[in-house]
């Protein structure tokens, strides 16, 4: 008996304060990321940038993401020229040089070559663009 009298009985006030607790922690988690230019106020939508902002310095963002592109394959490629030896990095070489072996070597793996020459950025920027604004046409 002496136990029970000393525990505290639990109300009803006690109980709606835990969930209160939690909702504001959740909400202090979800802070709003605001875009990158200083200027800026806005949240951020695309890679750390609001939409406006994107949108602007979208051919800066896709030749940092080519650079970043040309430094993972040229790590990949020194991985693999530790790996395998010499002779047989000479022999892919010879193979990738030439557009006869290159286009047997393509075959025999059975891969589609997609010959047609891809959109310029400007050609990109139209068609988005027009995409964006269905009812204006230059």
């Known amino acids: 008996m002496k136990n029970a009298a000393l525990k505290k009985p639990r109300t009803a006030s ?11 922690a959740k909400a202090a988690d979800k802070k709003e990321k605001l ?18 902002h994107y949108i602007s310095n979208w051919k800066h963002i896709r030749f940092n993401e080519k650079v970043k592109a040309e430094r993972r394959l040229n790590a990949y490629v020194d991985r693999i020229s530790k790996k395998y030896p010499k002779d047989f990095l000479e022999k892919i070489k ?7 072996k290159f286009k ?8 589609e070559l997609d010959m047609s020459p891809k959109e310029t950025d400007d050609e990109f920027l139209e068609k988005f663009l027009r995409a964006l604004k269905p009812g204006s046409s230059e």
Not at 94 to 100: I, K, M
């Open 35 to 52: 875009c990158s230019v200083p200027s800026c106020k806005k949240e951020a939508s695309a890679q750390g940038y609001c939409r406006l």
């Open 14 to 24: 006690a109980k709606k304060v835990a969930p209160a607790k939690k909702t504001v």
């Open 94 to 100: 010879e193979t990738l040089e030439d557009e006869n």
């Open 104 to 111: 047997e070597m393509v075959s025999e793996l059975e891969i």
